[in-house]
């Protein structure tokens, strides 16, 4: 059974920073697209950053500088490191994996989701 499961998320003050976790499970991380997508209330799911199965990153233009995601193939396993976060980060944090097609801005090309973890910055 194919599961995601992310951990992580808070309450930080501005600047602050976070680390949020997805441990995969039922499937191979390496073999997949696997990215952050977020959805503030009242707003649609966006991406935040996407990382291939070659190991290539992509990032929204909101979070470049300031977000690194990462995965350790070998402990199935997918991060995201928030520094500088902004009030505008606040919203629920969701990790997906997509077999085809790795897009930043294309929630539906990924075919499984995690049930997220809210990050909420002051």
């Known amino acids: 059974q194919v599961q995601l499961v992310e951990s992580g998320g808070g309450s930080v003050q501005a600047g602050g920073s976070l680390r949020l976790s997805c441990a995969a499970s039922?499937?191979?991380?390496?073999?997949?697209?696997v990215g952050w997508f977020r959805q503030a209330p009242g707003k649609e799911r966006e991406g935040v950053a996407v990382?291939?199965?070659?190991?290539?990153?992509r990032y929204a233009d909101s979070v470049k500088g300031r977000f690194t995601i990462s995965k350790v193939n070998a402990k199935n396993i997918l991060y995201l490191q928030m520094n500088s976060l902004k009030p505008e980060d606040t919203a629920m944090h969701y990790c997906?994996?997509?077999?085809w097609g790795c897009g930043i801005g294309n929630p539906e090309d990924y075919n499984y989701w995690g049930q997220g973890t809210q990050v909420t910055v002051s």
């Open positions: 039922g499937f191979t991380l390496g073999t997949y697209c």
């Open positions: 997906a994996a997509a077999y």
């Open positions: 990382i291939d199965r070659k190991g290539s990153t």
